[in-house]
């Protein structure tokens, strides 16, 4: 029977977490602590050392009691106003367009056609002069929510309930993998600073994309491990016993992915291994969902991608990776080309790999990350759930460090220009490329040290065929 924690132990653990609550709830509510750098990036670098140190003995936190907690935090800043983003005022301003009666993707909120639906809140809309970027799968919630009431409040409980939907099937899947006893991922999730404060507080809806995302995992884990050979066209056909239930959850992987997509479009980067691995009608379906949900739009024509292709083209802010390559060839397109190039190699090698779509999301998303000219600290909740799963030690240090791209949030309000200096990304990126680079070390002197003995026992092979024995030979798990 699993011991219950004593109090004696269970205090510094409590201590900790209230730690973490009191930093964030009073980087949220405590009026001077509105500022960056200081005092936010303060109290925001000791939530996050609670946060690791909580993680440290996640095990011995009662699941109840994360859950608890994950909660609290959650409510302790829904109420806010937004104050580190306003793109909340874009996704209310999209949905109360599509309320009028007005396809969303037609005009820039800037656009004289719609001034007379104009808001008292409309000032405060970001970019205004652009249209919408938010595929299909986004504008439809926008609308219904608007429906509902043109305000922030409730756009911002709708992607808090997503996101708890998302911790369930984290702890699902953990539970399955791990057994009951490890609550290291539902921790690491529900508790995380960044995702609490980029969702409940700033209101960001990348929890919306990440409950289809990490749906499709569920029904996709487990039919196949990393290299195992499947003939796609069998496994549609359904031939095998058990063969038709496997062919419905990758059917309905393929699904989830396309709805994930529809929302931001990062869970498309599974989609070569989502053919290799399970088969060419999982994939059509997962291009097929957001096609039929862009449908609605289509009147906008070239317009429903405008505003994609004016990210894609100029929008650069706390870059990693990408700034080595502007250094090699250049400003310009080129250095973006081949970011996305890498990317793409990415995808497109772990599906030639055989990795499972889950291996292939976690590592095409990282590359992305950090490759891509823009990295807004919301971009990284794209990778937290893969994170979690694996208590991927780089990836969970990257949810800590991105966040002090705000530290020239003051200065860009009184300038108009946002500092970005050398030191600062050298603080955001630095730490996770050297962890990933150490670990990739590593794990090659692990490899290259197995060689000999495999060469030996090669040679005790042939030796045992030169008496006339059977040499068995047993696959790699």
């Not at 990758?250 to 990062?266: C, S």
């Not at 003995?453 to 030796?463: L, M």
Request: glycine share 10%; aromatic share 12%.
């Amino acid at each position: 029977m699993k011991r219950s924690p004593s109090a004696s132990t269970a205090l510094p653990r409590f201590v900790l977490f209230a730690a973490q609550a009191t930093a964030l709830l009073g980087m949220a509510w405590w009026p001077a602590g509105r500022s960056t750098p200081w005092p936010a990036l303060w109290l925001w670098g000791i939530a996050f050392a609670a946060y690791l140190g909580s993680w440290r003995s996640a095990d011995l936190v009662p699941r109840r009691a994360i859950w608890a907690g994950g909660v609290l935090l959650r409510a302790g800043l829904l109420p806010l106003t937004p104050f580190l983003s306003d793109d909340i005022y874009r996704y209310v301003w999209d949905g109360w367009v599509a309320r009028n009666g007005i396809n969303p993707f037609l005009y820039a909120p800037a656009d004289s056609q719609l001034e007379t639906i104009r808001t008292g809140w409309w000032s405060l809309i970001n970019h205004p002069e652009i249209p919408t970027i938010y595929p299909p799968g986004a504008q439809i919630a926008f609308t219904i929510l608007a429906l509902l009431t043109a305000a922030w409040p409730l756009f911002k409980l709708a992607w808090i309930l997503a996101d708890l939907g998302v911790a369930w099937l984290i702890d699902r899947l953990a539970r399955k993998r791990f057994g009951p006893g490890r609550h290291g991922p539902l921790l690491l999730y529900l508790w995380s600073p960044l995702l609490v404060v980029e969702v409940a507080w700033s209101g960001h809806l990348e929890t919306l994309g990440l409950l289809p995302m990490v749906a499709a995992l569920a029904f996709l884990a487990g039919r196949q491990r990393d290299g195992d050979e499947v003939d796609g066209r069998a496994a549609e056909a359904g031939d095998r016993p058990g063969e038709a239930e496997a062919t419905r959850g990758a059917w309905a992987g393929g699904a989830l992915l396309g709805l994930g997509a529809a929302v931001k479009f990062a869970p498309l980067a599974a989609w070569p291994a989502l053919w290799r691995r399970h088969g060419s009608k999982p994939a059509a379906i997962a291009l097929l969902v957001p096609a039929l949900l862009y449908l609605p739009y289509a009147a906008a024509g070239p317009r429903l991608f405008e505003a994609l292709g004016t990210y894609a083209e100029r929008w650069e802010f706390n870059p990693g990776l990408f700034q080595l390559l502007v250094q090699s060839v250049g400003a310009g397109t080129t250095p973006r080309w081949l970011a996305g190039g890498v990317v793409l190699l990415v995808a497109v090698g772990g599906a030639w790999k055989r990795w499972s779509v889950e291996r292939t999301l976690f590592w095409t998303i990282g590359a992305a990350l950090l490759l891509s000219p823009t990295l807004h600290p919301w971009y990284v909740l794209w990778i937290l759930p893969f994170a979690c799963l694996l208590e991927s030690g780089p990836w969970i240090t990257l949810t800590g460090t991105v966040f002090l791209g705000y530290a020239g949030r003051d200065a860009f309000h009184a300038t108009g220009v946002w500092p970005q200096p050398t030191w600062l990304a050298l603080l955001v990126h630095a730490p996770v490329v050297v962890w990933l680079v150490a670990q990739a070390a590593s794990g090659y002197l692990a490899r290259s040290s197995q060689v000999p003995g495999g060469e030996q026992a090669r040679e005790r092979d042939r030796c045992d065929e030169s008496r006339g024995h059977q040499a068995r030979h047993r696959p790699d798990e």
